[in-house]
Structures are given as C-alpha cells and as structure tokens.
C-alpha cells in the first residue's frame, strides 16, 4: 500500500512541476490528499501489519500520520489563500506545491519506516524538500535561511546516521530486513551498553535538528522566520513529531537494556536545557513567527522531560505532540492575517488590533490561551501529567525550576500578544488595507475546536494507540 502511496505522490508532484496548471494542480492535490486519507485508514485497520518489507503501521506512526492527514488539508487549503495573496507565478505554484506533496509523502515514509535505513532516508528526504520550499520567495534573506537550514540538519542527520551504524553492527542478520527496529529490540539486552549509549546520543543529537530540541534546535529558527506560514506550521509540528519519532524508536530499543536510566538522564538533561533556552530567548525576542519558534522548543522540551520521567509520562509526552500540533499550526495560520494587516511580522510594528479586528483579535486571545496551556487547553493537561510525573518520580527540584521557567514564558508571551492587542501603533505607521477574507479563518477555527473537543470529549481510539505505542516500555 505505501509503494502505491509513494507513486501516487511521485506522479502528482511531476505533473505539477510539468504541467504548470492550475486546474490540473487543483485535481492532482486533491486526488494526493484522498490517497492520504485512504492510507491513513488503511493503516488503522492494518495496525501492527508490516507493509513492502521495509514499512509497519505501529500506532504511533499511525496516529502521527492522522496528524498529519489533518494538517495536510489545512495547509493546502490556507496555501491556496496565500499563494493568491501573493501574487505568485504560475511556476513558483507549481515548484511549491510539488514540494509540499513530496514532503507530506516523504513523513509519512517516516512516521511507518520499520527499518533504520529507510527512516533515515525519509527524514533526509524531508530536509532537501523543506529547503525549496524555504526558498519559495526568492529573496536574499529565503536563499540564506534555507542554506543555513539545510547545512545544519544534515549535519544533524549525518550524526544520527552514525548512531544508527553503531546498532545496525549489532544486528545478526547480513540482509537489509536485518536493519528492522523489531529485529534490533529482540537483540537489544545481548547489546554492550557503551555502543547502546553512544548510539542513543547519537541519534538524539542528530534528529534534534528535526524534533526542535536541545542541541541542534537552531536549524528551523530562521526557517520560520522567511518560510511561508503554511511550511512554517508543517516545520513546528508534523516534521516536529517525525524528530520525535526517529529519537523514540531507539528510545525503545534502549529501554530493553540496563542503559535506560542513563538514557533518562540525558532526555531530562535536554529537556529542561530547551526550556531554559526559549525562556532565555523569548526575553528577547521581537519577531512573532520567532517567538513562536521558541515556544515550539520550549514544548519540544517538556516531550523530552515527560519522556524521561516515565510511567505516565509517556502517555502525556505523546498526547502533548498531538495538541501542540493542533494548537500551533493554527498559530501560525493566523499570525499569517496579523502580517496581513500591519505588513510585518515585527512586534514594534504592531498595535492596537483589538479595535482593528476584534474577530481576528478574540482568536489571538484564545491561541494564546491554548499554547499557554491554560484550560480549556490540552497542552494544561498533558503538562499537568508531566509534572505529576516528575514529582512521583522525585525530581521534585527539576520540577520547581521547570514550573518557574514556564511562569517567565507565559509572561514573556502574554505581555507580546497584549501589545498586539492594545499598544499604540507607531505614529509613522499606517494599517495596510486588509486583502484577508472570513474564509481564511476556517483552518484556525477548526484547529482550535478540535484541540478544545479533544480535551472535553477525548475519543477512546487515541489513547488506545498511545497505550499500545508505549507498551514496550513498560
């Protein structure tokens, strides 16, 4: 199923670039987004099923890729918005949407890959894709961050494909299926703990480029800042959870050996180091898509902490990618309608949006009550479940500083979004006429309700896929 999947997006991604349309362009995206859903289904019913030898739809992948089938409809849907805002050439539509079909196609190889090599070809994949579409204007400032971009996350990648050559070592098999992550758990306890250790680190500093975390988590600051909004909610959240993916699998594999305390220490060591740098950086911080970024890190962080606390943890870590995805790409798509108005994305540029757009307003008010994780938001129970954690695991310390540093961030962002809302703009500045219909509030609307409906109303079909997700490491 997933090679006629990969096809599918193959085909639909030429005759974009080729065919240069934009009827052919709206059919072929639409025929993509159903094979999407069609496979996401498929996984469902095929849970646990291995599929062209190299892919397996376990639950984790199965619930990312039910994400990202979400987020896929959005972004096209806010990308057709945007692209016509713009004034782009037929050309640059065709090369962007190319691109954004074969990145969806080349995370959904991530979020099923069985096999080490194969994840690690889909998540280098994804770092050539999201560089173009980086560069989707052509500016100096696009051609700079998608180098800067895509230098450092393959750096990145390359260092966790080290790690992955310490493990595949071990593996007793002298064919390609031998590389598979089931093959590697079964050998994990006859693995010496150094070469276990160093491959962990490996691979977590590697794919941090990609989850957004301490140490390479660099990489997508300035990506977000030139990318278009559309890409810039794909990058804090479905390529987010792809990272997350490539350093869980070997999580895993390590929570089979005596190497996983050890492994803990270091995730909580990570954790809280990406809490500390976004309080830091979000203190000074006066570009909105920027410190949307850092909030990304700052969550990324409390993954990495929930993570490494364990029991409970683990189900909230999970669950917290899932809202944070929901809550942030609909952050970024109405950001996109406050640079609309003031034609800028700089906080010093902004004001008084209350009485410019009381609508618009009221949806950045809810936006920062959900990223802030206060109720009605997910992201307060999933913290709330992290921090239970950390205070039944003993990290009672960890847990007062992590508290306190997220007590600055909620501050840090409160005050930039009320000056948003009620600051006095700039006596030489003016509002641009707004070019933004009610239309693009869909995407946000329907983001924001369901990360609400899914906190008073939580489907049973969800955390039965986290609960299977996580049951190796009980």
Same mark, same amino acid.
């Given at each position: 199923m997933l090679v006629y999947f990969f096809i599918l997006a193959l085909l639909c991604s030429l005759s974009i670039f080729f065919v240069k349309r934009k009827e052919v362009t709206n059919i072929l995206? !639409? &025929?993509?987004? /159903?094979?999407? +859903?069609? &496979? %996401?289904y498929y996984a469902y019913i %095929? /849970?646990?099923? +291995?599929? %062209? =030898?190299?892919?397996?739809f376990e639950p984790i992948g199965i619930l990312f890729s039910w994400v990202l089938n979400l987020l896929s409809y959005t972004s096209v849907y806010y990308s057709r918005i945007y692209l016509k805002q713009h004034s782009n050439s037929v050309r640059q539509e065709s090369i962007y949407y190319g691109l954004l079909i074969l990145l969806i196609a080349a995370m959904t190889g991530a979020y099923f890959a069985e096999n080490m090599a194969i994840l690690w070809v889909c998540i280098e994949a994804t770092t050539l894709f999201v560089a173009g579409l980086i560069y989707h204007d052509r500016s100096k400032i696009a051609i700079e961050a998608a180098w800067k971009y895509l230098f450092i996350t393959s750096i990145g990648v390359a260092i966790a494909f080290i790690g992955i050559l310490f493990l595949s070592i071990v593996s007793g098999e002298s064919n390609f299926t031998g590389f598979n992550f089931g093959n590697i !758990? &079964?050998?994990a306890k006859e693995i010496d $703990? =150094? !070469?276990i250790k160093i491959a962990f680190v490996l691979v977590l500093t590697g794919f941090s480029a990609k989850m957004g975390v301490f140490p390479l988590y660099s990489a997508a600051i300035d990506a977000h800042t030139v990318a278009p909004p559309p890409v810039s909610a794909f990058i804090s959240t479905t390529l987010m959870n792809v990272g997350f993916l490539g350093i869980f699998r070997v999580y895993q594999i390590v929570a089979q050996t005596d190497a996983i305390g050890w492994a803990n220490n270091v995730l909580m060591l990570a954790g809280i180091l990406s809490v500390f740098l976004a309080t830091i950086q979000l203190l000074r911080i006066k570009h909105f898509k920027r410190m949307f970024a850092f909030s990304s890190l700052e969550h990324m962080g409390i993954v990495c902490i929930g993570i490494a606390v364990g029991g409970i943890g683990y189900y909230a870590a999970i669950l917290h990618l899932v809202f944070h995805s929901l809550v942030k790409a609909g952050m970024f798509y109405q950001i996109?309608?406050?640079?609309? +108005?003031?034609?800028?994305?700089? /906080?010093k540029d902004s004001g008084n949006y209350m009485k410019i757009s009381p609508v618009d307003s009221l949806l950045v008010i809810l936006s920062l009550v959900l990223i802030t994780a206060i109720p009605p938001s997910g992201l307060f129970v999933t913290e709330f479940l992290v921090f239970k954690a950390m205070f039944l695991n003993d990290n009672i310390y960890l847990a007062i500083l992590a508290l306190f540093l997220l007590t600055i961030i909620l501050f840090v962002i409160t005050r930039k979004i009320l000056h948003l809302l009620f600051a006095p703009q700039p006596d030489d500045y003016s509002v641009k006429p707004s070019v933004d219909s009610n239309i693009s509030l869909i995407p946000v609307l329907i983001l924001f309700a369901l990360s609400v409906y899914l906190v /008073?109303? $939580?489907?049973? !079909? *969800?955390?039965?896929? *986290?609960?299977s997700a996580i049951g190796l490491l009980k």
């Open positions: 995206l !639409v &025929l993509f987004l /159903i094979g999407q +859903t069609a &496979l %996401s %095929s /849970i646990d099923q +291995t599929d %062209s =030898l190299f892919f397996k !758990v &079964l050998l $703990p =150094l !070469v996109a309608r406050v640079n609309n +108005t003031f034609n800028s994305y700089w /906080i /008073i109303f $939580p489907p049973p !079909v *969800i955390s039965e896929l *986290i609960y």
